[in-house]
């Protein structure tokens, strides 16, 4: 029994054991010995190939590579070349015996003093597409046989100062679309043997000319996709081996100092910047040149380009951007004679400006000629103006110039000077007055109303004040005492009035009568009649009336 039970673990761990081991059916070529194992879906390395020479494992879901794989004890001994791009491996541990290794399109982060160690024999490196954000300045420090290195399509944003340091015999070395904004000079130190660098597709907007100090051997650069505006070419004419500069899709505006200092370049892709002129008199040993999609202005500064480029087809023919009637036209397509240049001239709509204080002052000035000129203004002290640091001059794309809040002290003489890149210019002057601000109509109508309204309420306020006191003193008329009786021998004399009818009014008169003295009785009845006349007057009626009517009108 207890035989039995012996025998049967031993059937149970050679079984496991056997389902630990990993194989696959694989194409494999016994005379070159190579394996092809990839896109079989494989999570391990298989071991029934062991005398592969090369071993083709991309496009697997391999995520860990163990001490064991490639232990060299009996199995991948002879193997050289390794393929592991396209999986997920993020921590290898590699065969050291290796001598090309392919892990692009992996996981890896980054390279670190123990990553590649012992990759003694390694002369090819393929680690493109990955996810490196850091390569450790010790990282690559044993792979003195390495030739090729290809770090593209990571996220290098830069990189250790001597990194490159021990790999004197590296030949290609490739960093393509990664986030290098800078290249020190020190990044190169130790290559040595290097002739071809690929730095396109990154955000390099500077290149140091003490860069290729360090590479003395290069004959390639390519340095496409950037954003370089200056390319330093101070020590180039030192770099006899250079014969190929590759700067397309860049920002250059000036290739006349890489052509006059580079006088090895036999090709030069310079397609798709920012240039307008090529002085083709310093093309040196060039025999290609590139010029695709930049502005060029076919003047007479591009004539001997037009006879060059006929000499020394590009791939792709270039087109002029200017001047306007050469817009649109190969270069090459152009008589002689289309290559013209004229000169500048300052044009103007008006020599004199009068603005109110206070309001902005527009100076406009357009020029003309060929090659295009540029403008600048000068102000009434011959000082160039400028938008910065001024808080009241602005300038437009178009050089117009625009003085916000004109004051005083801003008249006098500005001068638009226009000049083009052959040195000849011209000039256009505008004289700017200001004056101070005058009273509008719609004020001077407004301040009328205002003493019109004023001299009617006057008018009314006089006219009721007349009227209450009038009406005041016919009150207190009509409150006096009755008068006493007369003496028997005094006699009365009283005016009878009398209304005289005139052509417009009447006029009263005067008819004095003489009465005797009248007895109580008749002097009693003489008294109410009196009051009555006081009090039934129409001709105090009408002097009332016509007050109230008179006030009434004036309002």
């Known amino acids: ?63 860990v590579l163990e001490s064991g794989d490639f232990d060299g004890n009996n199995r991948f001994n002879r193997l050289v070349e ?119 597709g990154n955000r390099l907007f500077y290149v140091h000319s003490e860069m290729f100090r360090h590479i003395p051997r290069l004959i390639r650069v390519d340095l496409s996709q950037n954003e370089l505006d200056v390319y330093d070419t101070t020590n180039c004419s030192r770099h006899t081996s250079l014969q190929k500069v590759l700067l397309a899709h860049n920002l250059l505006r000036d290739i006349s100092n890489l052509l006059g200092h580079c006088t090895s370049l036999t090709r030069l892709d310079v397609s798709f910047n920012q240039i307008q002129m090529v002085p083709v008199n310093s093309t040196g040993a060039l025999s290609r040149l590139e010029l695709e999609g930049n502005p060029l202005q076919c003047d007479c500064r591009l ?46 709509d008006k020599n004199n400006l009068t603005v109110t204080n206070g309001q902005t002052a527009t100076l406009s000035c357009t020029a003309t000629g060929i090659p295009a000129p540029n403008i600048t203004w000068l102000d009434p002290k011959g000082t160039i103006i400028s938008d910065e640091g001024q ?31 052959l040195g000849e210019m011209d000039t256009a002057e505008i004289i700017l007055t200001v004056t101070e601000p005058k009273s509008t109509g719609i004020a001077g109508t407004l301040v009328t109303a205002v003493v019109i309204t004023m001299f009617v309420t006057l008018v009314v306020t006089l006219s009721v004040i007349t009227l209450v006191i009038y009406l005041c003193r016919l009150c207190d008329k009509k409150a006096q005492p009755a008068r006493p009786a007369a003496s028997g021998d005094a006699s009365v004399a009283f005016h009878n009035r009398e209304a005289a009818e005139t052509d417009r009014a009447y006029v009263n008169e005067t008819v004095e009568v003489d009465h005797d003295v009248l007895s109580d009785h008749e002097q009693d009845v003489v008294d109410g009649y009196d009051t009555a006349l006081d009090t039934e007057n129409p001709m105090e009626y009408a002097e009332a009336y016509e007050a109230v009517t008179v006030g009434a009108m004036a309002w």
């Open 1 to 63: 029994m207890t035989s039995f039970v012996f025998l049967l673990l031993i059937g149970v761990s050679t079984r496991m054991c056997q389902s630990s081991v990993c194989s696959a059916q694989c194409n494999y070529d016994h005379m070159s010995g190579r394996a092809d194992c990839s896109s079989r879906n494989l999570d391990c390395i298989p071991v029934n190939y062991p005398d592969s020479l090369v071993m083709d494992l991309s496009h697997n879901n391999i995520s």
């Open 82 to 200: 390794l393929h592991l791009d396209y999986n997920n491996i993020a921590d290898p541990d590699w065969a050291e015996s290796l001598q090309i290794l392919y892990a692009d399109d992996n996981m890896l982060a980054n390279l670190s003093s123990t990553t590649l160690r012992g990759f003694v024999s390694l002369t090819e490196l393929h680690l493109a597409n990955n996810r490196l954000l850091f390569v450790s300045p010790t990282s690559l420090s044993q792979l003195t046989m390495l030739r090729s290195l290809y770090l593209d399509g990571n996220a290098l944003t830069s990189l250790s100062g001597g990194v490159f340091l021990n790999l004197a015999k590296l030949i290609q070395l490739s960093i393509t679309n990664n986030q290098l904004s800078v290249l020190h000079p020190d990044y190169f130190i130790g290559l040595d043997s290097l002739e071809r660098l690929y730095l396109a």
């Open 303 to 348: 004539t001997g380009l037009r006879d060059w480029l006929l000499n020394n087809p590009p791939s792709t023919l270039p087109r002029c951007q200017g001047p306007p009637k050469n817009s649109g036209t190969v270069v090459t397509d152009l008589d002689i004679h289309d290559f013209s240049c004229h000169p500048p001239k300052a044009v103007i």
């Open 391 to 421: 808080d009241r001059f602005v300038i437009s794309s178009d050089t117009t110039v625009f003085i916000v809040s004109v004051e005083r002290s801003d008249q006098g003489m500005y001068t638009c000077l226009v000049q083009n890149t």
